[in-house]
């Protein structure tokens, strides 16, 4: 960040200024009045118009990824988590969705990536997105811990045709990264672009052992989503309320995370507040 500050104009700015302008307004003794009213529903509908005006503006979810949003969004995740045959209470909420997959297959596209790496695949979204942009011979390797997954996934990137660029490996990320590093010797070797999604409190050290084992490329690029993790890192008192329901772990260890990833030398991060935050970490050594 430079030390040297001028105004940021955002639509975030316009719902702040609004809201102080209203809560400055207002006084306990008196109901609120028609004009405050107004300005409440625009800071609502600038809020919450966003994400939406964002899917409505930016290219449609490619081909590749439409039976696997659709099945992401059908599955009777309440039922298997009853019957426990998935890890954890899986819903479709957990999906990065066609935007953010799109998006993490721009940027593989625009790194001229081959060699992929996703660590925590879900349902296979994004994972499809990367595979769509690799060129021929490219492959992504996606790490999941929950096997229910893995059998959920591979009819569907069969049936995209994309099955032969995408390589699951199922278990704890953690482990599997060990593994793969062992048989990284070379920067040649190396992932070209690696997206981060998966346990929250698992983050630094991922980070800390992709780059210590130089698992990702020099100039490659690492993708990290959650970084702004609801708006907790920022906002004390956020996490403590019930109806947010936020993982105070979760929103921990985000933070730390930020802070780790911005005073690693060895890397160039930006954070962009895209979904819920997507930071963009580029090894420069
Ligand atoms: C938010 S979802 C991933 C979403 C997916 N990347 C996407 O773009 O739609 C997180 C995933 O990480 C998996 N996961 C959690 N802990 C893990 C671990 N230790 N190792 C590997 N996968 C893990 C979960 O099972 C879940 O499928």
Redesign the pocket.
């Known amino acids: 960040m430079s030390d040297i500050e001028l105004p940021v104009e955002s639509p975030l700015t316009s719902a702040s200024k609004l809201l102080q302008s209203v809560v400055s307004q207002l006084d306990t003794s008196k109901p609120a009045t028609s004009e405050q009213l107004a300005q409440l529903k625009m800071v609502s509908s600038l809020l919450s118009g966003l994400d939406p005006y964002l899917d409505q503006v930016s290219s449609a979810a490619p081909a590749v990824q439409r039976p696997l949003l659709k099945a992401?969004a059908t599955h009777d995740w309440e039922g298997a988590w009853s019957r426990k045959e998935?890890?954890?209470h899986?819903s479709a909420a957990?999906?990065?969705?066609a935007y953010?997959?799109n998006f993490?297959g721009l940027l593989t596209k625009l790194t001229h990536a081959k060699k992929a790496l996703?660590?925590?695949?879900?349902?296979?979204?994004?994972?499809v997105c990367i595979a769509q942009q690799l060129p021929e011979g490219g492959k992504v390797t996606?790490?999941?811990?929950?096997p229910y997954?893995d059998n959920f996934t591979r009819p569907l990137f069969n049936e995209t045709g994309l099955g032969d660029k995408i390589d699951v490996k199922v278990?704890?990320?953690?482990d599997?990264l060990e593994t793969i590093a062992k048989n990284i010797l070379t920067d040649e070797e190396a992932y070209d672009i690696i997206?981060i999604?998966?346990?929250k409190p698992?983050y630094k050290r991922y980070f800390q052992t992709i780059l210590d084992k130089g698992l990702l490329k020099r100039n490659g690029l690492l993708v990290v989503?959650?970084t702004l993790y609801k708006g907790t890192p920022w906002t004390e008192g956020l996490v403590d309320q019930e109806m947010l329901a936020i993982g105070k772990e979760n929103a921990d260890a985000i933070k730390e995370f930020n802070k780790v990833v911005r005073e690693d030398k060895r890397v160039e991060v930006v954070v962009l507040p895209v979904r819920d935050g997507v930071s963009l970490i580029m090894r420069n050594e």
Do not use: C, R, Y
């Open positions: 992401t998935t890890l954890f899986l957990w999906s990065a969705g953010e997959g993490v996703e660590i925590g695949m879900f349902t296979g979204t994004t994972t996606a790490l999941e811990i929950d997954l278990g704890n990320a953690v599997h997206f999604d998966a346990d698992g989503d959650n």
